[in-house]
């Protein structure tokens, strides 16, 4: 099953799209010159990137739901509607894990929602993960005629679609095609939602990034309402072809080289999380260079490349 392969190992490291480094200083300039946006990356090379990824084995892909570009936010993720680039991201890869971190439940028709996750379950042979969230962005509610301060409510409504508890609602014959295996859903946070009931309702949790010290904490809230569920989180990195290069803390991650990474999950393993997925953004060298790195010098330690 998908989240048996997420978690085989005693820690597995996957992926945050976009693989840009567009926050750093030369990101920035060539953002410029091609007159995007600030938070807009340069998507040119996506396909080859995640093709990349595939082949050097790590176990998941990661993408993010911004239903809005908000330039008070300025981040724009990796700009495609999420489900519809996993549906691409499927053709192009072969056993990488596809997840969502998160979509935004509360302002798309759940319906749709689970018509469009069953489509990329059957396109990518079971390998989607359906991360899902309440949302945060009170700017995007209005928009999509969606209420903000009921969010939670609305996340619990479409939780109950997506997992057949609503079928009932579906005339004799009727039915929400193709008809794939559910896939598992992590919730990203706590959705408004109590942790108990995340724990029984979800099969695991997308926690934010944070170092190994704040996720002892958060891992055993987890532990205690979820048992051995898988517990996920995200480290930006800015990855030295230096292996002795030391751990320099930066906001949610860490710029490191090869021994400072490996401590770095060891200490996260340590600290009950089961995978985490690495975020490139802030990397100062080309992305492909340092996914070939990490591969070579870190994944065989957690589990071993395609």
Do not use: C
């Amino acid at each position: 099953m998908t989240i048996s392969k997420l978690t085989s190992g005693p820690l597995t490291v996957g992926l945050e799209l976009p693989l840009d480094n567009d926050w750093t200083q030369e990101g920035q300039r060539q953002r410029m010159l091609d007159k995007r946006p600030f938070g807009v990356p340069d998507l040119s090379e996506h396909q080859s990137l995640a093709r990349l990824a595939d082949e050097l084995g790590f176990r998941a892909l990661w993408i993010r739901d911004v239903p809005l570009y908000d330039p008070s936010f300025g981040d724009a993720a990796q700009v495609f509607d999420p489900l519809v680039y996993l549906g691409f991201l499927s053709g192009v890869t072969r056993n990488i894990l596809l997840g969502t971190a998160a979509v935004v439940l509360p302002l798309r028709s759940p319906w749709i929602v689970r018509k469009s996750a069953a489509s990329v379950q059957a396109l990518s042979h079971d390998r989607l993960m359906l991360g899902v969230a309440s949302g945060d962005r009170p700017s995007e509610y209005p928009l999509f005629g969606a209420d903000y301060e009921n969010r939670g409510q609305a996340f619990r409504h479409s939780v109950e679609i997506l997992t057949g508890k609503q079928d009932s609602r579906l005339s004799p014959g009727q039915a929400i095609l193709p008809d794939t295996r559910t896939p598992p859903l992590l919730s990203a946070g706590l959705s408004q939602q109590s942790p108990e009931w995340i724990g029984q309702h979800m099969s695991g949790w997308l926690a934010y990034p944070g170092t190994p010290e704040e996720h002892v904490h958060r891992a055993n809230l987890w532990r205690n309402v979820a048992g051995d569920k898988p517990y996920v989180s995200f480290i930006h990195l800015d990855y030295l072809n230096d292996p002795k290069a030391p751990r320099r803390r930066h906001r949610f991650g860490l710029q490191t080289g090869r021994d400072g990474l490996i401590r770095e999950l060891e200490e996260m393993q340590s600290a009950g999380v089961n995978h985490i997925g690495l975020h490139f953004r802030r990397n100062q060298a080309p992305v492909d260079e340092s996914l070939r790195l990490v591969a070579q010098d870190v994944l065989g330690v957690f589990h071993e490349t395609n």
